[in-house]
């Protein structure tokens, strides 16, 4: 029997949570469609090449179309491209056109062979259809696959919203009706589906993917010997003004916890990647803030591991307190006890599902709310940790029932 061919789009694996996400793709894939031949697409792959060696990558059709690779012939592909604008403005010719594919560059060409061959369509698990970040591009995108090349798409594992623009709607529901499949993470997305007026029967709520690796990834269980390492995170977040506050709780946390008596482990998933967006960088400006007392108690870790080692690293703390919704599923997965400070409502809904909801919080709370919420999490670290393992188990379950939904897709 021909294997399948799948094509994962919108992948940013340079990081270690959406690695963790494409890795957990990939192992679903394969134990679904009995080893199908895969390729992804994301919007810089030789960066993902450089620290990915197990999956083949790709350019995004965002950033294949009207771009040509860096060893073809710039001038004439410059020609070439202006010719195709020509005829696309003047005499309403689609750029996806077979006239116009003719001009096209061997890197646009490629790609639309890409897409072209597959038998279907997956839109990476994650988070980044909503208002924050802005999607016209990749819906267009999903649009030229189905509608053009008549290829069957899953929103796979995805957070998605809020969606506050209105005239977005009629193109969301049109995108989200015509998915094969749309499978949320948690119940908050459901919601946001809802309020933009969609409410199909192609919708299903699962949890993270990343709990699909518990069975690969488990390692012995902890033996409870108190909190001394703690695994700590921060990130900046310009989206909204109670952003503008973070440093400023996050300098509070950090001097309220030394003042406790713990070691505070300064790493996250995103970090050590030039020219990538590096926690490592706000974490230093935290540390540049406290007294040169307390930054003896501070260890920072900015260096870029490989998924693996990444693990084991947030494996090597007590606990984990941080905004990073994977570090914590990593901690998770290691056997750390983890506290998430969410940005966006995806990480209450996914700790909701785990019946974590005393252990997560949004930053937009009120520091007593942060060091109540640490107290709390400290006096219940040893039951905590002696329930990870059934914790992790049944959100592996849930992974599980609904990564079969996609057996009906090709």
Same mark, same amino acid.
């Given at each position: ?6 094509? *994962?789009?919108? %992948? ?5 949570? +959406? ?29 993902? /090449?450089?620290?990915?060696? #197990? ?7 965002? #950033? ?9 012939? !710039? ?26 594919? =003719? ?6 060409? /490629? *790609?639309?062979?890409? =897409?072209?061959? %597959? ?16 999607? +016209?591009? /990749? ?13 069957? #798409? ?27 499949? *749309?499978?949320?993470?948690? !119940?908050?997305?459901?919601?946001? $589906? ?18 699909? $690796?518990? %069975? ?35 300098? $509070?946390?950090?001097?309220? =916890? ?5 070691? &505070?482990?300064? @790493? %996250? ?15 230093? !400006? ?37 905004? /990073? ?13 983890? $506290? ?7 990480? =209450?809904?996914?700790? +909701?599902?785990?019946? &974590? ?30 329930? @990870? ?11 599980? !029932?609904?990564?079969?939904? &996609?057996?009906? @897709?090709?």
């Amino acid at each position: 029997m021909q294997k399948k061919k799948i094509v *994962v789009i919108n %992948s940013v694996p340079v990081n270690g949570g +959406d690695e963790a996400l494409l890795y957990a793709t990939l192992q679903g894939l394969n134990a679904v469609f009995d080893t199908p031949q895969v390729k992804v697409l994301s919007d810089n792959p030789e960066l993902a /090449r450089h620290y990915i060696g #197990y999956t083949k990558f790709d350019y995004d059709w965002e #950033y294949a179309l009207l771009k040509a690779d860096a060893d073809e012939n !710039q001038f004439f592909h410059k020609v070439k491209k202006k010719v195709r604008q020509f005829f696309n403005t003047t005499f309403a010719v689609p750029y996806t056109s077979f006239w116009s594919r =003719l001009l096209a560059s061997k890197r646009e060409k /490629r *790609v639309y062979a890409i =897409l072209k061959e %597959s038998d279907a369509v997956i839109l990476s698990a994650g988070g980044y259809i909503h208002d924050h970040y802005g999607f +016209d591009k /990749r819906l267009e995108t999903v649009k030229l696959i189905n509608e053009k090349l008549n290829k069957p #798409y899953a929103v796979f594992f995805q957070s998605v919203g809020p969606f506050w623009n209105t005239q977005n709607y009629p193109k969301l529901i049109h995108f989200f009706k015509n998915a094969h499949k *749309v499978i949320l993470r948690e !119940q908050y997305s459901l919601s946001h $589906l809802k309020s933009i007026g969609y409410d199909g029967d192609n919708v299903v709520v699962s949890t993270d993917l990343a709990f699909y $690796l518990n %069975s690969e990834f488990s390692e012995t269980m902890k033996v409870g010997s108190g909190i001394h390492k703690i695994a700590l995170n921060f990130r900046e977040w310009p989206y909204e003004e109670e952003g503008e506050h973070i440093k400023d709780k996050a300098l $509070l946390l950090c001097k309220y =916890l030394i003042k406790e008596g713990y070691d &505070l482990h300064f @790493i %996250s998933t995103c970090q050590g990647v030039k020219d990538y967006k590096d926690d490592s960088i706000f974490a230093k !400006q935290i540390i540049a803030l406290l007294d040169t007392e307390e930054q003896k108690k501070c260890v920072l870790n900015d260096q870029k591991f490989e998924l693996n080692e990444l693990v084991y690293q947030f494996g090597s703390y007590d606990a984990y307190i941080g905004m /990073r919704l994977h570090g914590a599923i990593l901690s998770l997965l290691s056997n750390t006890p983890a $506290l998430n400070i969410a940005y966006e409502d995806k990480t =209450l809904g996914i700790y +909701d599902t785990m019946n &974590l909801a005393d252990f997560c919080f949004s930053f937009k709370e009120e520091f007593p709310v942060w060091t109540e919420k640490v107290d709390n999490f400290f006096l219940n670290h040893a039951s905590y940790l002696n329930n @990870i393992s059934d914790i992790k188990k049944a959100q592996e379950q849930i992974v599980n !029932q609904y990564l079969l939904e &996609l057996k009906t @897709i090709v």
